[in-house]
């Protein structure tokens, strides 16, 4: 059994991680657009609202809190919109981390691979060696 029989196992943990945290840029990435996409209904529905020319004092302070709340709403969507987008920044961050540290153990897997081949074949190598020298030795002796 190879010193390195652990590599595999290794590996494969960190594929599940990098997947896991795929799986999670996806769903930062999703809850970004949908942010986006209510930002965006409010703003227009702000950018929508007016207010009649002439208009009684209680209607004039009902727009202007339907104003105001309509204003609230659009600035809590906008920090919503911010607050996705540095989920999905800190999630591409923690994917490119993960990727990273598979890599690192995939390149550690591929040098062990070549070593063990590479091991495999100067054995094999020696071994024809071995035969060729011995039945040169024995063609030698009949000879002589």
């Given at each position: 059994m190879s010193p390195r029989s652990w590599i595999p196992t290794v590996l494969r943990a960190r594929q599940a991680q990098e997947d896991l945290v795929a799986q999670q840029v996806a769903v930062a990435r999703r809850d970004a657009g949908q942010a986006a996409h209510e930002h965006a209904e409010h703003a227009a529905?702000?950018?929508?609202?007016?207010s009649?020319?002439?208009?009684?004092?209680?209607?004039?302070?009902?727009?202007?809190?339907?104003?105001?709340?309509a204003a609230a709403t659009l600035a809590a969507a906008r920090n919503r919109v911010l607050f996705a987008e540095s989920r999905v920044s800190s999630a591409m961050t923690d994917l490119t981390a993960a990727a990273r540290?598979?890599?690192?153990?995939?390149?550690?897997h591929e040098r062990d691979e070549a070593e063990r081949v590479s091991t495999a074949s100067d054995l094999a190598q020696r071994e024809?060696?071995?035969?060729?020298?011995?039945?040169?030795?024995?063609?030698?002796?009949?000879?002589?």
């Open positions: 529905r702000v950018a929508g609202m007016s009649p020319p002439k208009q009684s004092v209680p209607a004039f302070h009902a727009s202007l809190a339907a104003h105001q709340a540290s598979r890599r690192t153990v995939e390149k550690l024809l060696d071995e035969v060729s020298i011995s039945r040169h030795g024995a063609r030698l002796r009949r000879t002589s």
